[in-house]
């Protein structure tokens, strides 16, 4: 069996673990087992990946394998990875594990819980490693179908609603995701939905592309909270348990600008450089518009919803860019947001569990009744708003940097207007830091409450040392993607 197909049977055995167990301490043993298996696995992969290089390897996709499912069709079970996808993989193996922790004392229906969220992340473990287009897709469907149950069943708030919106929403975007599919299947000569293989025959008419680019790009797009289909994302955010939105912002959004890069991007460049300046226009709204919406929201989970709709808007940004340094900005944007988005959520969903409130106006001097919580809390904040030293800084830079290589005055020009987003966040974030955690404690209520507990604490070192290590140690990373960008961007290059 092919080692990266280890990153869908391990989540397949959590699942038939999961339906076996009795007991809750079963149903944890099974989620900690697994989620640490795969975050193991990862771990070696990349190892392996960058061993494989050092080495000489100079194929474009290493580990690869190729079963045919449906010959008709030409659909197969093809997989391998490059920089880009080991990266993606790391990133949602170590959501999937902090996230296991920050849901273990979740209550009701904690089996069905955890069913629904491994199967969640098998639909994202399987989206990375896929070449195929099917496949792909596929796995995408898979990871997006939990989310109405999650959302549903274990949400707050408007959860119903939410649920609704945005699987409507998202499945709208798989619409016409499948439609963009197809006509790069049948604009390719419906000879092959392997990835690698259309692109390296590239006749796909310039006609065609500029049909089935929009909808590709729109299709993932949508998933990336791309202006204005973005509306979904604040309120299934706001409503989902902590783990869920962990997950959904710290991986499954990833799915959109993975997707846009990959097959979009990839497969249909003259198209990209031909329109692509429509949908710079729209990320560019989403960097600006998503920062000042931010700074007006008074709910804890809104805050971080509409700041994700500004980071995630920056990767779309980024990689319309079809520069080697912005595209590998955009790949560590992508993990950068990941692992700091998790680490927000987790401690919101934390705050909200003991002050039942996310209401801004009513928290304050959090920091005198929990401070490890607290702490942490100005750690997220200062990753989000870019401080140096943090992974937001090097990835934000390295994004401005090579934006600003484009020489001609539009390209620049909203370059600038995207700048402005850093100063923006530095608002929202600072002044909530000192609204919530400093000051007195007007709440007589608060000043009973406990500080983070074993399990708690467990998950949220973990993610900072991630965030601290990315920031600290890029290079090494940002190597491996550089690598990966390159015969993606050649492609774009007029």
């Not at 197809?182 to 065609?208: D, K, S, V, Y």
């Not at 007007?442 to 965030?467: G, M, P, Q, S, Y």
Request: one cysteine or more; proline letters at 3%.
């Amino acid at each position: 069996m092919n080692f990266l197909s280890l990153f869908v049977l391990i989540p397949l055995l959590m699942l038939g673990g999961l339906y076996l167990a009795k007991g809750i301490k079963a149903i944890r043993g099974v989620m900690v087992a697994g989620s640490t298996a795969l975050l193991i696995l990862s771990i070696v992969l990349t190892f392996l990946y960058l061993g494989e290089r050092q080495a000489g390897a100079t194929a474009e996709m290493l580990f690869r394998a190729d079963t045919v499912w449906y010959a008709p069709l030409h659909i197969s079970y093809s997989v391998g990875v490059d920089g880009i996808s080991v990266a993606m993989l790391l990133l949602s193996a170590v959501i999937v594990f902090t996230g296991t922790f920050a849901s273990w004392k979740l209550q009701p229906l904690t089996k069905e819980y955890f069913l629904w969220f491994t199967l969640l992340s098998m639909g994202v473990f399987g989206f990375f490693i896929s070449i195929d287009l099917f496949t792909m897709f596929m796995f995408y469907e898979i990871a997006l179908i939990p989310m109405y149950l999650l959302i549903g069943v274990w949400g707050s708030g408007r959860k119903e609603y939410a649920a609704m919106k945005l699987t409507l929403m998202l499945m709208g975007g798989s619409a016409f995701l499948l439609i963009g599919i197809l006509g790069i299947f049948f604009g390719a000569g419906g000879t092959t939905m392997n990835i690698l293989e259309i692109a390296r025959l590239h006749n796909i008419p310039f006609a065609q592309q500029c049909i089935w680019f929009p909808l590709t790009f729109l299709g993932f797009g949508v998933l990336g909270a791309l202006f204005p289909f973005h509306t979904w994302s604040p309120d299934g955010h706001a409503s989902a348990p902590t783990a869920v939105s962990m997950l959904h912002a710290g991986v499954l959004m990833k799915l959109g600008g993975y997707g846009c890069f990959r097959i979009a991007m990839y497969l249909m460049p003259e198209a990209a450089n031909e329109l692509g300046w429509i949908f710079l226009i729209l990320t560019g709204i989403s960097v600006v518009y998503g920062a000042f919406s931010a700074c007006v929201q008074t709910d804890l989970k809104y805050i971080n919803a509409y700041s994700s709709v500004s980071h995630c808007g920056l990767v779309l940004f980024a990689i319309l860019m079809m520069n080697q340094t912005a595209a590998t900005g955009a790949v560590l944007q992508m993990l950068s947001h990941g692992l700091m988005t998790a680490l927000f959520f987790a401690l919101i969903g934390m705050i909200y569990g003991r002050t039942h409130t996310r209401d801004v106006r009513e928290l304050s001097g959090l920091m005198k009744v929990m401070p490890f919580l607290s702490v942490c809390y100005v750690i997220a904040g200062l990753a989000n708003l870019g401080l140096p030293g943090l992974s937001g800084f090097v990835a934000e830079m390295t994004i401005f940097v090579g934006s600003f290589q484009n020489f001609d005055v539009f390209h620049r020009t909203l370059t600038i207007i995207a700048c402005s987003s850093i100063v923006i966040t530095a608002v929202y974030i600072l002044r909530l830091i000192g609204k919530i955690l400093y000051g007195t404690c007007t709440n007589k209520h608060h000043l009973a409450l406990t500080d983070a507990t074993w399990d708690e604490r467990f998950a949220v070192i973990c993610l900072i040392i991630c965030v601290a290590g990315l920031g600290m140690a890029p290079f090494w990373v940002s190597h491996m993607i550089g690598e990966s960008v390159l015969p993606v961007v050649s492609h774009l290059i007029p």
